[in-house]
């Protein structure tokens, strides 16, 4: 719950930089704070898993059950704690119901629509583009993941994290997670996104298309890259004993610990 209500707290706050500047730039500058936090913390976000837990079942460190009951129970918690946050939000930006959207909820409101009614209006070809931006986002979203391993200091996981952050969301790509929080908080707001608007145009392609972005295009990609070969023995004849060094040293750890 804590990573889908961390990552709507991100995306408000980058909708209120980037309405505040008139500058859209600025709010993707900010937004990934958001996801330093869920990383810092080690919580559980489920398009990280994507790629982590996956990973873990390909190098056979454990099962389809367990990953399967990982991933389901992510993305329930992620709903629950994006929605939460969004229905605080809206009595925050309402005054509890009793004043009209302004500000950054007309934002809002904007943002729900477009992105399922926008894709509703090309109908199959805007499946495939959300599908498509999907599998974008979560090919950045999850070499954040990967690249927090690169340094051992909190500065340094922070700066190698934000870069792709930074890079998917500037771009307008779908993030099912922020999803979570921006098309129900919109319908709460008022858009005209009625509950299967939302998962037919935009919640159920956009988890897929997160899913082939983060398990192929990130996880398996580098997994294949820097998974160690096979031991190649070596004798040193001078000593006559026997060692074997790998030929690669270098390992990305499919680990299910924290994404």
Known sequence: MLSGALLGFATSLALTAATQTNVPLVGALIFPVGFVMIVLLGLELVTGNFASVMLAGVDRRTTTALIARNLGWSFLGNLLGSVLYGSLLYVSL?????????????????????????????????????????????????????????????????????????????????????????????MMLGARVSFSDWWIWNQIPVTLGNFVGGFFFTGLFLYWTYRSAPSVASTHVSTGVLTTSPTNNVTIAPTAAGL
């Open 94 to 186: 309402t005054t509890a119901g009793r004043e009209a959207p302004t500000g950054i909820a007309l934002k809002i409101i904007a943002a729900a629509e477009a992105k399922t009614l926008g894709y509703a209006h090309h109908e199959t070809a805007g499946l495939i583009t959300v599908f498509v931006k999907a599998i974008l986002c979560n090919w950045m979203v999850c070499l954040g993941v990967v690249m927090a391993f690169t340094s051992t200091s909190t500065i340094g996981k922070i700066a190698a994290m934000w870069l792709p952050i930074l890079t998917f969301f500037e771009q307008g790509f779908e993030h099912s997670v922020v999803n979570m929080f921006l098309i129900p908080t919109g």
